[in-house]
């Protein structure tokens, strides 16, 4: 009976749930749009950081590919035409949740499967429990991994005769809304919840700044998320997929 339920859930998991190849993409919060400005002009100054305790190397990649695109590298921001910061804020690992769904369906299949074997009311009861706990443990095995990669960017754009700058900006916490993907059992289970787990802070305090400067420069900013889903997938075997999408985004918006 186990061989039946297990393979009845396993059947309906791998119908539309079950990630065997990496999925990746990456989103821009909002478009960014520079001045165009001369061949000669076309010099930028690039700074990476990284706040997120994970090994990112997104700086030469993005370098390799402006060169390619025929901007020149500076070394003086103020010698620069454009100055690009860009910073990883987070990488953050976590699992879609299978089990209940999958247990609610091994629990139908089992008591279906008890019911034919023994024709009573007792092997229905037993053959839903047993499927239950088969079904869950089988979700459980079969939950994909996702990891998610934040990166906030600032351009800067040098402007003939300065500008006047209004920094007035009402910041919160950044948020990630995660949603389900495709698939059978993903129409029932939880949420997503990170892996290791925790309590989380939620602060309604609202920081509003407002600044009046002369500069140099314009500046515009925007953010990323670099995503890849699959079964047990380990960071250290995406984070290139991952850069490389990253980096040719942002050298598209110049």
Do not use: W
């Not at 990669?149 to 916490?173: C, F, H, S």
């Not at 995503?227 to 984070?239: G, S």
Request: charged letters at 20%; one cysteine or more.
């Amino acid at each position: 009976m186990i061989r039946i339920i297990l393979g009845l859930v396993a059947l309906v998991l791998l119908s539309g749930c079950l990630t065997t190849q990496t999925q990746s993409k990456v989103t821009m919060s909002q478009s960014v749009f520079i001045d165009p400005v001369s061949k000669d002009k076309k010099n930028i100054f690039v700074s990476t950081h990284n706040t997120s305790g994970q090994k990112v190397d997104l700086e030469n990649k993005i370098i390799k590919e402006l060169l390619a695109k025929g901007y020149s590298i500076s070394d003086d921001p103020q010698k620069a035409t454009y100055i690009l910061q860009v910073n990883v804020l987070y990488v953050d690992v976590k699992k879609e949740n299978n089990a209940a769904p999958a247990g609610a369906v091994g629990g139908v299949a089992g008591a279906g499967v008890g019911a034919y074997n023994h024709g009573s009311a007792t092997g229905t009861v037993v053959g839903g429990l047993l499927g239950a706990a088969v079904g869950a443990l089988a979700g459980k095995l079969m939950e994909d991994t996702i990891i998610q990669m934040q990166v906030d960017i600032n351009i800067q754009q040098k402007i003939e005769g300065g500008t006047t700058r209004i920094n007035a900006t009402a910041n919160q916490q950044a948020e990630v809304k995660d949603g389900r993907r495709h698939g059978f059992f993903n129409s029932f289970a939880g949420d997503v919840a990170p892996t290791q787990g925790g309590g989380k802070l939620n602060d309604d305090q609202i920081n509003y700044d407002k600044q009046v400067f002369k500069s140099d420069f314009s500046q515009k900013r925007t953010s990323m998320l670099a995503e890849a889903t699959k079964l047990n997938l380990k960071f250290d075997e995406v984070v290139q997929v991952l850069e490389d999408k990253i980096a040719t985004q942002i050298v598209g918006i110049f």
